[in-house]
């Protein structure tokens, strides 16, 4: 991925991904509910992950070469990227100490959950990944205008994942006996879902600084490092959901 | 008086201001206990502090330290008479020995300590932050208690959870507060600020703001080090002194202090004396780095300038939180604080949690800037192969530092919610695995030690050449090696738990793994034995500490094949042989080289040199006190001694050994509190030192000390191999221009 694609290229790209990432949570979600094989909700993800990761948050670009200058734009980037990259490398220890948790304390086993609205809170989420790549791109081709739609949109459907986890999935859990002080199901729930909408709920906090600098018109085609942060943190936390929906939906039966 | 000498007065005020303090503090306790006391702790505390203000005041003066520690007298006095009535009004009755007012008495004098000396800063202003923090974020809870009708009124007036996060928005507010976060802020909002900052502050007020350069915050860390390792010291010679002979002496059943009685203050004395250590060798630690790397690098800077002063200013609030633990009732756990017991433990333990969280932010963060700065900030020429050693050393420590640090966070953030909003993970009654804890928790920290004696290991090997005069010995093997020990470092944890019953199926291939530590650990020994072979030595106070540390680490990396095996481990397990080899392995492995490392690099920071007289006492006394302190927790740890316990049964016969310890204690302390004497004193009166003192080869000294703001004036460039120290001709860095340097 050394040559920069064209603008078209760029957006059929990201439009292919989004069609690979929700084929792909259909077959998880098929799986699960037909044949329950874990080494294949493994698999899935892992693919996913890896979409994610590369066509998304652009991982090989921490390979790019930057201009040698130390007070350049470009090295300055360089140097922000791999700090950003190492911080969601620690971070990611956080949620992979929480999905140890929840392998140890339930492991076969999983809190019974609204299953229409676990998938509808993930296909909210991987369409705001969609939308917040749409938005990138077209920053990187100057197109502000397209950002901004791109962006809010991606802000629109955030929140409402936000608010379908929090604010809906929360208390039909609360409803049906399922309360943080339940047990160890109902504890790693609330947890595992917690943290992620805490990350959700800062991401949000991101892209309207970016909004917002927008507006004061402090990004451009070149030099967008915020936006493409902003953009990376984004596709992070839909990549945590990505192990974290099967862990808490499809991984085993039902409590 | 005029013609009288400045110490003479100062001692001649000492004595006033100290028996006038002394009848003053009797007085009080009468008034407050109705019966005539001569010895008592409120009276030594007050005539040993009013001793020392006059004897500040009567040898320089009414100088900038005397200004503080008048007004922190004055702070700590308003804050105890604060607490004292908001304890009346809110319990209804006056109690003396309140905890709020211990701790409204600890935060105004800390803050009024600042404020004197400097007027307004970034330490007096964070404080301020604090306090005002922690009080909105407590009474904010405390409100809604009072409107949904719970319960408002806690032990300590406020509720649990009104504390909790009373404490977590007195860290926001801090960092709000003293301005080491505005940059970030005015970015947001779109505002740019200059790349570097101007200094507005000259001296040593400039440690007291928020600085940018990584030399001044690496001394910020390394002063408050110094600080917190005083302190944590202090609470071993408190514990240490009541287990000088069998039965309770003076921290007895009857005794009220901090809302705990005597045997329960001794158990948080022993926790916090663990932690607060660990902090502050976290600290020592980021400050040896954070000053060193960039120079041994070529760098102006770290990548990160100001996610580095944040990363320190988080530290701060931190260490004030877990005292503020000391203070709201304790607790009892150990410093591991292992649920079901830290679920039911007083509230201090939830300070502690918060503050363990917040030291450790500011490790991660820290660490995510060595690496950044390693990777991208090297000067021209220098390769991966000729980085000087500490360097690999410092990233091993960062890689560690950057992603196990998050599981600590998380296990005590897990048992903080158990007790707040009862999830029960590690509640077995709710389906929840104690066990589950231990792990998350020594996943972090096992590998902790190595992020304490990784840096003092590359301490060894980066000044061991220079005093020997000769080559490294297998620079590649010890680079190498500091890595593999991180890496082996990650999957060692459970050798912790052989006894806490885990599946037994885990025990075997822990057990091999711990042991497969010693290979690199061995690959350092031998290089240090093969590059002393020979070498033409030289013993300035450095060198000593580098030979202590070998010597000392050896003990203690000896002593930990035994406890990593299962058999033997199950009879060792929580006796004071294993308190004798983790002391002997981070004293190795990070005390005796951070000293070492303090007396090379302090002519780099001030450019005069310690006192060399004072720094061979240190040396000689520290070294063999610290051998009778070890040998005889080990001895008696063999015996049966179980460690964490205030008082032990007479008949062990262990109470000779017991006092031998304690005496050994006091002397380490002593030769401590010579180093930190040292240490300030020679900043202002050491022998100039502007040149290269040690004849070293590494790039910082070939120019001028003290370094000037963004260190060097030409960049240079690597020509050579790091440590090929009398080969003739052979060069490693070569300034682009002639450097303005004083080649000794």
Known sequence: MSHRLDKFSAFRQGLVIFVYLAVLTALEYFVAVTFKAVSILVVVAVIKVALVMYYYMHIYKLNEESDAEPHSYSFKTGTNRLGLWLFLLSDSFVFAGLLTARVNLLGLTRPHLNQILGLAVTAVLLSSSFFMNRGETAMVHGDKKGFIRNTIITFVLGLGFLLGVVAVEWPLAAEEGLTAGSGAAGAVFYMMTGMHAFHVFTGLILLLVVLYKTRKDKYSAEKHWGVEAAAVYWHFVDLVWIIFYPALYLIGTAL | MKNVSPVVRGWLFFAIGFIVAYSIGIGLVFVASGSLVYSH???????????????????????????????LGLGALAGFALGLVVELVVQGSLNWVAPIASLFALLFGFTGFFLGVAGNNAVSKGLISQISGTLIGAIFVTVIRVLMGLEWKGPFIFTEPAWVLGAFFGVLFFLAGNGSVSDWFKWARGIDTPEHHEEHYSGWEKYLNVSLDHKVIGVQYTITALLLISIGGLFALVFRTELAASQLQFLTTDMK??????PQLYNTFMSLHGMIMIVSILLGVAGIMNYVVPLLLGAQDMA???????????????????????????????????PPLSAKAPLGIQMFFLGVFTAGWSSILGALNIIATVIRMRSKGMIAMRMPIFVWAAVATSIISLTATQLIGLSFQLVMFQRLFGMGFFDPAKGGNPVLFQHLFWFYSHPAVYVFVLPGLGVISELLPVF????????????????GIALVGFVVWAHHMFTSGMNEYLRLPFMYSTLLVAIPTG????????????????????????????????????????????????HLHDTYFIVGHFHDTIFGGFVFPFFAALYYWFPKATGRRMNETL????????????????????????????????????????????????????????????????????????????????????????VPSPMPMHNYDQPFEVVGEPYDYGLPGSQYVEFAAPAKSKHN
Request: aromatic share 16%; charged share 10%; hydrophobic share 50%.
């Open chain 2, 523 to 570: 690959v350092k020994f031998f290089s240090w034995v093969a590059t002393l072979w020979k070498g033409k030595i030289v013993f300035p106070t450095p060198m000593l500490f580098v030979l202590g540390a070998i010597v000392v680490f050896l003990l203690g990396g000896l002593t930990g094949p035994p406890n990593a095996t299962v058999s033997v481990d199950l």
């Open chain 2, 615 to 702: 720094g061979k006492i240190h040396f000689w006394l520290m070294t063999p006190s610290f051998f009778i302190l070890t040998f005889g927790m080990m001895r008696i740890g063999l015996l049966g001694m179980r460690r964490r316990i205030a008082d032990y049964d007479p008949g062990l016969g262990f109470d000779a050994t017991h006092l031998v310890l304690t005496i050994a204690g006091y002397l380490i302390g002593l030769s401590v509190l010579i180093f930190i004497y040292n240490f300030f004193n020679s900043i202002k009166n050491g022998d100039k030192a502007e040149g290269n003192v040690w004849n070293s080869r590494s790039p910082e000294w070939q």
């Open chain 2, 304 to 338: 990160f300038p100001r996610l580095n002063a944040f990363s320190f200013w988080l530290a701060v609030p931190a260490a004030v939180l877990l005292l503020m633990s000391l203070i709201l009732g304790g607790f009892d756990t150990g410093w591991t604080g292992y």
């Open chain 2, 257 to 262: 202090l901090f809302g705990q009685n005597g």
């Open chain 2, 41 to 71: 702790l409120v009276t030594w505390i007050l005539a040993s502090f009013a001793g020392a203000t006059a004897y500040s005041w009567g040898a320089s003066g009414f100088s900038q330290l005397t200004k503080g520690l008048v007004w």
């Open chain 2, 468 to 483: 020997a005069r000769k080559p490294l010995f297998g620079y590649r093997w010890v680079a190498m090696s500091s890595l």
